[in-house]
């Protein structure tokens, strides 16, 4: 007969390793760093004005067009390594490899 003792030990470890690896794969997901592509679009925190500009502006997350990208703007205000930016005009945010109506180019 196996010791219940062990077997709740063994139980408890099992499961607060796959709570941890839950955890960390939702942290890094909420932070877009999930190994994929970025993704720099939860605006949930935005003014409705400010989620308006950026309708308006017509911002995506990802450029249609590779010689015009936010991180090649001058109004755009880099993040971190990997991690979303900011921008001068378009609360939020901002995808290195996005665009938006107000592109202009880095000098
Ligand atoms: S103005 Fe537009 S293209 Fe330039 S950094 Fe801001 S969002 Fe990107």
């Known amino acids: 007969m196996k010791d219940s003792k062990v077997d709740r030990r063994d139980f408890l470890k099992r499961a607060l390793t796959l709570g941890a690896a839950a955890g960390a794969a939702s942290l890094l997901a909420a932070c877009g760093k999930g190994g994929g592509a ?30 015009k990208v936010c991180s090649g703007c001058m109004l755009y205000v880099a993040g971190q390594p990997n991690a979303c930016g900011g921008c001068q005009v378009v609360k939020g945010p901002i995808n290195p490899a996005g665009s938006c109506a107000s592109w202009a180019k880095k000098v």
Do not use: E, F, I
């Not at 993704?39 to 502006?57: E, F, K, N, Q, Y």
């Open 38 to 67: 970025l993704v720099c679009t939860d605006v949930a925190g935005l003014a409705p004005a400010d989620a308006a500009t950026r309708s308006s502006l017509q911002y995506v997350d990802a450029s249609a067009d590779p010689a």
